[in-house]
């Protein structure tokens, strides 16, 4: 099962700083409830998912983790829980990652590393584990928050859809191409989960991530979620194949500032 990421751009270059800086600083929780059933074995699920975003001056750091308890035909349970971190530069030229899951308490699988942008724009990604390789990735992939900015920037400019390449550090093998489609921007929103956020511009998006290679027409994994132009999400929609689930916002605060010196140029 792949871990959802909430850190989701669109640019064939680097990310700007001007395009970072518009991210906030916060930690959100999500209560997850069953959506919907395919024709698998899971019939019922639930779960809780949360995710911070701090600012560290010249580079963010970002953690979520997925809980998930999921029932089969067969009466099984089974408890899944997916950590995930990153360090990203605000710069758009590196990124450490590690993302650790466990199934009913047993590491199931770990992907560990660290992705440099060349000056030429490919990026080279260093893996740690599950095995130590380097793989260069195209020209114009992203890293998770200048995927989410490039949305945001996409759904200002009331672009109906866009498909830059992402690499998350979630997978031991590539990045993924993703097929973002949005629905329009709202300029001011009265249902927003937050106060702070009931005046910002946001646009609700569906992403459908999939593995690269020839002719790939099936998604790995889906999500949707409504967007504010600050980078924080409600209306929190995800599809794992065989279910979906649904996420509502249960805790939102924003974080301190740091007061960085380089900002002030002193």
Known sequence: MRAAILTMTLACVAPTDASAASIAAHAIDYDLALAQLEHGDTVDATGHMSFRIDDQCDSWTTQQR??????????????????????????????????VQKLDDQVQSRVEGEADRRADGRVAVRYKLPAARTIVLPAGTLFPLAHTMAIVDAARLHKESIAPRLFDGTSPDDAFDTYVTLEGWSSRNADAPARSLQAMGAAQTHVAFFATGPAVMTPDFEMAARYFENGVSDRLWMNFGDFAMRGTVAKFILLPVPRCSSRKHL
């Open 66 to 99: 997925l809980q998930m308890q999921t029932v089969t035909r067969g009466g099984d349970v089974q408890n899944t829980v997916t950590d995930y971190a990153t360090l990203e530069t605000k710069d758009g030229r590196h990124m450490a990652f590690e993302t």
